[in-house]
């Protein structure tokens, strides 16, 4: 079913210029729906009005056991004789076209059976046991999971605790989501009959989460007709001029799309690839956008060319066919095929300039891709069948389990953290609204699915749960990063996890989190030990206030006597020597010396910018040498990630290595990042490289320098 070609909101249907792969007739759901029932038939063969949907599942089917579909029916039937809908029409039409439409997407049986049983349960006699005594368990439990998330009050309270019920049952079995999906179809087609503030409350419940459930599942079918329903309620009058531009352009005697479908085709016959090309209309919600986009719109914008061949391989041979005798947009070119969408879609996307200047817009892709495309998980079948070896290699992980999608298991995670409904319902729709999912790679390979825009934030908690607690930095693609670093996909992230079991989070990390999954963890730990959850902490902070406090040490500080540091000798009879403090130059570093006021000779590391700036300036050197002295005084600056304790940390580990603190400072945290410089003496130079190595490895330090000034030294 395409519900792009038929117009569900109108009197009667668009006609498509889509030519059909099957010669079956195509069926219309909504007059079926209507239509009065058949006398009951005979038992050894299906009753007229169920042969629609037998019809439809055979052309999916075709060695289909319909026995099932023909005793279902017998009961449905029989148990809702005499119940009508609002419409008037006998209440057997709504499982019957709920249950058509999962038949032309490509439901299996079982789940077919399911939707004609549907509503047995909770409105006719009926009972689950019964279900289950004459149908099987797996039967029984998608009645029961369906069941469930009938009759919704659709005020504010009921709503959310409705839709938790609902993600939950769709996470044991994503065939009671399809259900669902299709039910609320049919009873959108038919919202006419209630009054328009019930209407648009449904609507505007359809549109926030039953829609961008369907686009998670990947069924696009029941997706862009529900949004072509919900169009027309909420926004009848931008609905209605939508309308009259696609009635005008039909209208239409030049018609772009049809003169670039017959390059299109005398290319691919030309190259000997056997193809289908069809023109794809926009629907309604579609067109819209694309006229709010570009203004107005051309014959061009009201559709797309859709390419079908039988091999992956194809679809690369169509492209290159493609920009190799048309003229390529190449900024259009998407590759969903290496790299699918997280709702199961695979197909390349390119553009071809028309010889007006019009581009017109192509998709690429197998026929059992574009399958998939219209119908996502229904047209997996029964996800607990032993996989055929054609499914298993084209297995790709998370993305084909139709069990359990991915992004499902996220949500079902978080769902259950969630403090209260009120909070459920508005993370949910936060997290529906993020469209579009990147992948990202752990260092072993392993991979992370996550929304577009998440941060390294959003990623540990996606990896470690609220372990992430103790997360301290993160490398992406090799470099150090933040936490509040923006992924891109493709990104290879490697996150960095403290060892101290007291770690905690920053109420800073929410400011960075955009995961339901990352938020929720760091709101309940806050709430759960109020007053921290500030990054250093309450005694790191007050320790570094300390060190600030202290005075820096300066090369004219004068030196006690147990402080005997490193002596420099120069090639200047009675000169004063004086470190730079801009470089503090310690044994064994190499070191040149230039004279400045009053006979001081300062000595310099030769890769120091000053000396590079002297010498530009035609200062003269002074040689320089190192004495017999071994101690040796150096200022070095640790880069960190903020933890508790960490100065305490860092103080411990120079002190092991013999090393003392002459003066400390520490820089506010930014970013979760901290800056410690200390001014160390040290009993023999020659340990310079083991204390920078010992700092370095003080969990949440990732690197360690010297210190580099930029200060005048003449």
């Given at each position: 079913?395409?519900?792009?070609?038929?117009?569900?909101?109108?009197?009667?249907?668009?006609?498509?210029?889509?030519?059909?792969?099957?010669?079956?007739?195509?069926?219309?759901l909504?007059?079926?729906?209507?239509?009065?029932?058949?006398?009951?038939?005979?038992?050894?063969?299906?009753?007229?009005?169920?042969?629609h949907?037998?019809?439809?599942h055979?052309?999916?089917y075709?060695?289909?056991?319909?026995?099932?579909l023909?005793?279902?029916?017998?009961?449905?039937?029989?148990?809702?004789?005499?119940?009508?809908?609002?419409?008037?029409?006998?209440?057997i039409?709504?499982?019957?076209?709920?249950?058509?439409?999962?038949?032309?997407l490509?439901?299996?049986?079982?789940?077919?059976?399911?939707?004609?049983?549907?509503?047995?349960?909770?409105?006719?006699?009926v009972?689950?046991d019964?279900?289950?005594?004459?149908?099987?368990?797996?039967?029984?439990?998608?009645?029961?999971?369906?069941?469930?998330l009938?009759?919704?009050?659709y005020?504010a309270?009921?709503?959310?605790?409705?839709?938790?019920?609902?993600?939950?049952?769709?996470?044991?079995?994503?065939?009671?989501m399809?259900?669902?999906?299709?039910?609320?179809?049919?009873n959108?087609r038919?919202?006419?009959?209630?009054?328009?503030?019930k209407?648009?409350?449904?609507?505007?419940?359809?549109?926030?989460?039953?829609?961008?459930?369907?686009?998670?599942?990947?069924v696009?079918a029941?997706?862009?007709?529900?949004?072509?329903?919900?169009?027309?309620?909420?926004?009848?009058?931008e609905?209605?001029?939508?309308?009259?531009?696609?009635?005008?352009?039909a209208?239409?005697?030049?018609?772009?799309l049809?003169?670039?479908?017959?390059?299109v085709?005398?290319?691919?016959?030309?190259?000997?690839?056997?193809?289908e090309?069809?023109?794809?209309?926009?629907?309604?919600?579609s067109?819209?956008?694309?006229?709010?986009?570009r203004?107005?719109?051309?014959?061009?914008?009201?559709g797309?060319?859709?390419?079908?061949?039988n091999?992956?391989?194809?679809?690369?041979?169509?492209?290159?066919?493609?920009?190799?005798?048309?003229k390529p947009?190449?900024?259009e070119?998407?590759?969903f095929?290496?790299?699918p969408?997280?709702n199961?879609?695979?197909s390349l996307?390119?553009?071809?300039a028309?010889t007006?200047?019009q581009?017109?817009?192509?998709?690429?892709?197998?026929?059992?891709?574009?399958?998939?495309?219209?119908?996502?998980?229904?047209a997996l079948?029964?996800p607990?069948?032993?996989?055929s070896?054609?499914?298993?290699?084209?297995?790709?992980?998370?993305?084909?389990?139709?069990?359990?999608?991915?992004?499902?298991?996220?949500?079902?995670?978080?769902?259950?953290?969630?403090?209260?409904?009120?909070?459920f319902?508005?993370?949910?729709r936060?997290?529906?609204?993020?469209d579009?999912?990147?992948?990202?790679f752990?260092?072993?390979?392993g991979?992370l699915?996550?929304?577009?825009?998440?941060?390294?934030?959003?990623?540990?908690?996606?990896?470690?749960g609220?372990?992430?607690?103790?997360?301290?930095?993160?490398?992406?693609?090799?470099?150090?990063?933040?936490?509040?670093?923006v992924?891109?996909d493709?990104?290879?992230?490697?996150?960095l996890m403290?060892?101290d079991?007291?770690?905690?989070?920053?109420?800073?990390?929410?400011?960075?989190?955009?995961?339901?999954?990352?938020?929720?963890?760091i709101?309940?730990?806050?709430?759960?030990?109020?007053?921290?959850?500030?990054?250093?902490g309450?005694?790191t902070?007050?320790k570094?206030?300390?060190?600030?406090?202290?005075p820096?040490?300066s090369?004219?500080?004068p030196?006690?006597?147990?402080?005997?540091?490193?002596?420099?000798?120069?090639?200047?009879?009675?000169?004063?020597?004086?470190?730079?403090?801009?470089c503090?130059?310690?044994?064994?570093?190499e070191?040149?010396?230039?004279?400045?006021?009053?006979?001081?000779?300062?000595?310099?590391?030769?890769?120091c910018a000053a000396?590079?700036?002297?010498?530009?300036?035609?200062?003269?050197e002074?040689g320089?040498r190192?004495g017999?002295?071994?101690?040796?005084?150096?200022?070095?600056?640790?880069?960190?990630?903020?933890?508790p304790?960490?100065?305490?940390?860092?103080?411990?580990?120079?002190?092991?290595?013999?090393?003392?603190?002459?003066?400390?400072?520490?820089?506010?945290?930014?970013?979760?990042?901290?800056?410690?410089?200390?001014?160390l003496?040290?009993?023999?130079?020659?340990?310079?490289?083991?204390?920078?190595?010992?700092?370095?490895?003080?969990?949440?330090?990732?690197?360690?320098?010297?210190?580099?000034h930029?200060?005048?030294?003449f």
């Open positions: 079913m395409s519900a792009e070609a038929t117009n569900p909101a109108s009197p009667g249907p668009v006609i498509n210029t889509v030519p059909r792969r099957k010669a079956r007739p195509r069926i219309d909504r007059r079926l729906g209507r239509a009065a029932l058949l006398g009951p038939a005979a038992r050894d063969r299906l009753p007229d009005a169920i042969g949907v037998a019809e439809a055979r052309a999916h075709p060695d289909a056991d319909l026995e099932p023909r005793r279902a029916w017998v009961l449905a039937e029989s148990s809702h004789r005499g119940q009508m809908r609002k419409s008037g029409e006998p209440y039409t709504h499982p019957l076209a709920v249950t058509l439409i999962l038949a032309e490509g439901a299996e049986t079982t789940t077919l059976t399911a939707s004609l049983l549907h509503d047995t349960v909770e409105d006719t006699a009972t689950l019964q279900v289950g005594e004459e149908f099987g368990a797996e039967v029984r439990y998608l009645v029961d999971g369906v069941t469930k009938e009759k919704v009050d005020g309270a009921a709503e959310p605790e409705t839709f938790r019920k609902m993600l939950v049952a769709t996470g044991s079995d994503v065939r009671v399809s259900i669902k999906l299709a039910d609320r179809l049919h959108m038919t919202l006419g009959v209630m009054r328009p503030e209407q648009a409350r449904i609507a505007k419940v359809t549109r926030d989460v039953l829609i961008p459930l369907a686009e998670r599942l990947g696009q029941l997706k862009t007709e529900l949004e072509d329903l919900v169009f027309a309620i909420l926004h009848p009058e609905y209605d001029h939508t309308r009259e531009l696609i009635v005008d352009n209208s239409r005697t030049d018609d772009p049809a003169e670039v479908t017959d390059e085709r005398t290319v691919l016959r030309d190259a000997g690839i056997q193809a090309v069809l023109i794809r209309p926009r629907h309604f919600v067109v819209h956008r694309v006229a709010r986009k203004g107005r719109l051309r014959g061009a914008d009201f797309r060319l859709l390419v079908l061949v091999e992956d391989a194809d679809c690369y041979g169509v492209l290159g066919e493609l920009h190799t005798c048309l947009v190449v900024s070119f998407k590759d095929i290496a790299v969408k997280f199961l879609y695979q996307h390119t553009a071809v028309h007006d200047g581009v017109v817009e192509v998709l690429i892709r197998t026929h059992q891709m574009h399958k998939v495309a219209e119908a996502g998980v229904i079948g029964n607990y069948a032993p996989p070896e054609e499914q298993q290699a084209a297995n790709d992980g998370e993305r084909a389990d139709p069990t359990r999608p991915g992004w499902l298991s996220r949500l079902l995670d978080w769902q259950e953290g969630a403090p209260d409904p009120d909070t319902w508005s993370t949910l936060e997290d529906l609204a993020q579009r999912e990147i992948t990202v752990r260092p072993d390979g991979t699915g996550l929304p577009d825009g998440a941060t390294c934030v959003d990623a540990a908690y996606a990896q470690y609220e372990d992430a607690h103790a997360c301290i930095g993160a490398r992406v693609n090799g470099r150090l990063a933040t936490l509040s670093t992924l891109k493709g990104d290879t992230v490697q996150l403290g060892q079991p007291a770690s905690e989070p920053s109420r800073e990390w929410l400011e960075h989190a955009h995961t339901p999954a990352a938020r929720i963890a709101q309940r730990w806050i709430a759960a030990h109020p007053g921290r959850g500030d990054g250093e309450a005694e902070a007050e570094a206030h300390s060190a600030r406090s202290a820096p040490a090369e004219d500080t030196h006690t006597p147990a402080e005997r540091p490193a002596t420099p000798v120069v090639d200047q009879p009675g000169a004063t020597v004086r470190l730079a403090g801009c503090t130059p310690v044994p064994p570093d070191v040149t010396g230039f004279s400045v006021r009053g006979g001081v000779v300062t000595v310099h590391r030769v890769e000396v590079a700036q002297m010498k530009s300036v035609g200062r003269a002074v320089v190192w017999d002295t071994t101690e040796c005084r150096v200022t070095l600056v640790a880069e960190s990630f903020g933890r304790h960490l100065l305490a940390d860092l103080t411990e580990a120079i002190a092991l290595e013999g090393a003392e603190i002459v003066s400390a400072t520490v820089e506010p945290p930014t970013q979760q990042r901290v800056r410690h410089t200390y001014t003496q040290l009993p023999d130079a020659a340990h310079l490289l083991t204390l920078m190595r010992a700092m370095r490895n003080v969990p949440g330090v990732y690197d360690v320098s010297r210190a580099q930029h200060t005048t030294a």
